[in-house]
């Protein structure tokens, strides 16, 4: 099973840490470039769908399944799964997974503030789904998707299922991961989502030490955001908190050989509680330090 948190984008980091995209091969971009990548049509396939080309250079289009499947089995689950995040039915895909008592408890108002992430999540399904395996042993069974990799190229993969009852429930999240959703219940994702935006602050942070490590060997001294933006040694959108869930800054010292750069969550609690500082030792090597001060700018 895939790293539940593989993915690099900011703002679409808290769905696909939610555990849905562990379906999907897709890897770390910018929001932006996710952005684009999400002008994907979707819609789920007919069984036995023809192949098609589109032009002499083009992959064949993607199939439809290529098994039969029984209603409310673990293929046709897979099937309804997609069908339903393509259609933006986010409440009943996740349903149809073990995340699903992190959803119950929410209202739709509470489930709408996830929904700009979901969104972008399910505008990366294809257009086709070739579901192609079905393997039941007992109580658990595997289903064989054809699904789109980091480049949108097919790529197989293993979609497990346990049956609970007379239903199918798939298996986004391990059994460590469960236990967490089972007790936090619907304060799961706003838990999680202060987390992966703390994780990216960090990132950011360090990124910004490499960004500023590259420009100053240019040009000998450092640089303000955005000059570094500019230069596109940093995303545009660590310029506002939209995407991020932080607000960043670099100050430069008088000379602009020297730096500190901060990350401060934009609403203390929600899009993250620690804040955190990099600084510059003795020796010019960078320092990324943070605590919960409630919400504030850490002083150098």
């Not at 293993?158 to 991961?177: F, H, M, N, S």
Request: hydrophobic share 35%; with cysteine.
């Amino acid at each position: 099973m895939k790293d539940l948190l593989l993915f690099g984008s900011r703002s679409m980091t808290i769905a696909l840490s939610l555990g849905l995209a562990i379906f999907l091969g897709i890897s770390g971009c910018t929001s932006k470039e996710s952005a684009a990548n999400a002008n994907i049509a979707a819609n789920t396939a007919p069984a036995n769908a023809t192949t098609g080309v589109n032009s002499a250079n083009a992959e064949p289009a993607p199939k439809g399944a290529t098994i039969p499947i029984d209603p409310n089995g673990p293929a046709d689950t897979v099937r309804v799964f997609y069908k339903n995040l393509r259609e933006k039915k986010f409440r009943e895909a996740i349903f149809l997974t073990n995340l699903r008592p992190a959803v119950e408890g929410l209202t739709e108002t509470e489930l709408s503030e996830f929904s700009l992430d979901f969104a972008k999540l399910a505008g990366q399904i294809p257009a086709e789904i070739e579901i192609n395996g079905e393997v039941v042993s007992g109580e658990n069974a595997t289903v064989t998707a054809n699904l789109p990799d980091k480049d949108n190229k097919s790529e197989t993969q293993k979609i497990k299922l346990r049956k609970a009852g007379d239903v199918w429930i798939i298996q986004t999240v391990d059994d460590v991961a469960q236990k967490r959703i089972q007790k936090e219940g619907k304060q799961y994702f706003y838990n999680l989502r202060v987390e992966t935006h703390q994780e990216e602050a960090k990132k950011m942070l360090d990124r910004i030490s490499k960004a500023e490590l590259a420009y100053s060997l240019q040009n000998g001294r450092c640089a303000d955001l955005e000059t570094l933006i500019v230069g596109g040694l940093l995303p545009e959108d660590i310029k506002t908190s939209e995407s991020t869930g932080y607000n960043y800054a670099v100050t430069l010292t008088t000379d602009g050989k020297s730096y500190y750069a901060t990350a401060t969550p934009e609403t203390y609690g929600t899009t993250g509680k620690s804040s955190y500082i990099l600084k510059l030792d003795a020796k010019g090597i960078s320092h990324v330090t943070g605590k919960d001060n409630g919400g504030k700018v850490l002083a150098r």
